[in-house]
């Protein structure tokens, strides 16, 4: 059977960074984050006796070394579903990849409800949260709707992404500022093993606890100022884990820092945003639904910025019928 489905990218207000367990993807500690409305992934998986082998093809280039990711997690739904055929994947993302704009999230995410439902599985949310996270840990949380948490479980069963409030909760935006389109030279996976050779990553994990129970009060009473003021120091918070790793991890670019620089000025001049960064050189403007436009009016005399994607919260993964082949 061939199925088609769509995925969010998501922005984590709080991250997740290092892992319990590799295999399983089991994060050291839990994360939120929200569905992102225009960075999205398309994913159409057919499992057929006529293929003699797995072809996987995203974004029009056929993959090798990638395609031994999205095989894996085929024969992860193989297994499931106590079957043999070998699939034809097609994949498109309508944003750029592999820059640390979490294109992974969505496309596993994408990859495993389009991959179980052409298996014939009828997973519920939550096993289709853990089969993403099996594939990418940030994929679990692109399954539910709208502003997720991902539980920080100790076994495979606990650990999985629920829906915190649905997309049309808060007029929170995020607007992606494109500084870069180039590959980032240390994957989130290979950064990730580092994370305990901070000095202050002990400490991290300590406070994260009470943090993502601080953001989740802010969240329920959209109180925007402490919200976005515990965004942006828990990005800090995470390149700082990063900077002083062994060895160390520089994901940010001089347009990066130039952005944070120019957030904190716009505040300043009476437009509230806040920033957050990922595992890369792109940066996130978080900011509420009014102060869009002029934003962007601002952004447009960046030069260093190549691309704004305006996005609101949006839906998790979904089934649709305009199929890739």
Same mark, same amino acid.
């Given at each position: 059977?061939?199925?088609?489905?769509?995925?969010?990218?998501?922005?984590?207000?709080?991250? #997740?960074?290092?892992?319990?367990?590799?295999?399983? /993807?089991?994060?050291?500690?839990?994360?939120?984050?929200? $569905?992102?409305?225009?960075?999205?992934?398309?994913?159409?998986?057919?499992?057929?006796?006529?293929?003699?082998?797995?072809?996987?093809?995203?974004?029009?280039?056929?993959?090798?070394?990638?395609?031994?990711?999205?095989?894996?997690?085929?024969?992860?739904?193989?297994?499931?579903?106590?079957?043999?055929?070998?699939?034809?994947?097609?994949?498109? $993302?309508?944003?750029?990849?592999?820059?640390?704009?979490?294109?992974?999230?969505?496309?596993?995410?994408?990859?495993?409800?389009?991959?179980?439902?052409?298996?014939?599985?009828?997973?519920?949310?939550?096993?289709?949260?853990?089969?993403?996270?099996?594939?990418?840990?940030?994929?679990?949380?692109?399954?539910?709707?709208? #502003?997720?948490?991902?539980?920080?479980?100790?076994?495979?069963?606990?650990? #999985?992404? &629920?829906?915190?409030?649905?997309?049309?909760?808060?007029?929170?935006?995020?607007?992606?500022?494109?500084?870069?389109?180039?590959?980032?030279?240390?994957?989130?996976?290979?950064?990730?093993?580092?994370?305990?050779?901070?000095?202050?990553?002990?400490? *991290?994990?300590?406070?994260?606890?009470?943090?993502?129970?601080?953001?989740?009060?802010?969240? *329920?009473?959209?109180?925007? !100022?402490?919200?976005?003021?515990? &965004?942006?120091?828990?990005?800090?918070?995470?390149?700082?884990?990063?900077?002083?790793?062994?060895?160390?991890?520089?994901?940010?670019?001089?347009?990066?820092?130039?952005?944070?620089?120019? &957030?904190?000025?716009?505040? /300043?001049?009476?437009?509230?945003?806040?920033? !957050? &960064? $990922?595992?890369?050189?792109?940066?996130?403007?978080?900011?509420?639904?009014?102060?869009?436009?002029?934003?962007?009016?601002?952004?447009?005399?960046?030069?260093?910025?190549?691309?704004?994607?305006?996005? #609101?919260?949006?839906?998790?993964?979904?089934?649709?019928?305009?199929?890739?082949?």
């Amino acid at each position: 059977m061939k199925t088609t489905a769509v995925a969010p990218s998501n922005i984590a207000f709080i991250k #997740y960074w290092g892992k319990k367990d590799e295999e399983l /993807r089991l994060p050291e500690n839990g994360s939120i984050s929200m $569905n992102l409305s225009n960075m999205l992934t398309r994913t159409t998986v057919e499992f057929d006796k006529k293929y003699e082998e797995d072809e996987v093809f995203i974004n029009d280039k056929k993959e090798e070394k990638e395609g031994g990711r999205v095989i894996k997690h085929l024969d992860r739904i193989r297994k499931m579903a106590g079957m043999e055929e070998k699939a034809r994947v097609v994949s498109e $993302n309508n944003f750029p990849s592999k820059t640390g704009l979490s294109s992974s999230a969505s496309g596993l995410a994408a990859l495993s409800l389009a991959g179980s439902n052409a298996a014939g599985l009828n997973l519920s949310e939550k096993e289709l949260s853990i089969l993403a996270r099996m594939g990418s840990g940030s994929a679990s949380r692109s399954i539910p709707d709208g #502003y997720t948490e991902w539980l920080d479980g100790d076994t495979s069963e606990t650990s #999985y992404a &629920v829906s915190l409030f649905k997309p049309d909760y808060w007029d929170i935006v995020d607007v992606v500022t494109v500084v870069s389109t180039n590959k980032k030279e240390v994957s989130t996976s290979e950064g990730q093993k580092l994370a305990d050779s901070s000095p202050f990553y002990e400490n *991290r994990l300590e406070r994260m606890g009470e943090k993502i129970e601080e953001l989740k009060k802010f969240l *329920r009473d959209k109180d925007f !100022t402490k919200f976005g003021e515990l &965004v942006e120091a828990e990005a800090l918070e995470l390149h700082a884990i990063m900077l002083t790793s062994t060895p160390s991890l520089i994901y940010l670019l001089p347009a990066s820092l130039k952005m944070m620089h120019l &957030v904190k000025r716009w505040r /300043r001049e009476g437009i509230e945003a806040y920033f !957050t &960064v $990922n595992t890369g050189q792109d940066v996130h403007l978080i900011c509420q639904k009014g102060s869009v436009e002029k934003i962007k009016a601002r952004l447009r005399e960046v030069e260093e910025v190549r691309d704004i994607i305006v996005n #609101y919260c949006d839906k998790g993964a979904r089934i649709v019928d305009d199929h890739l082949f």
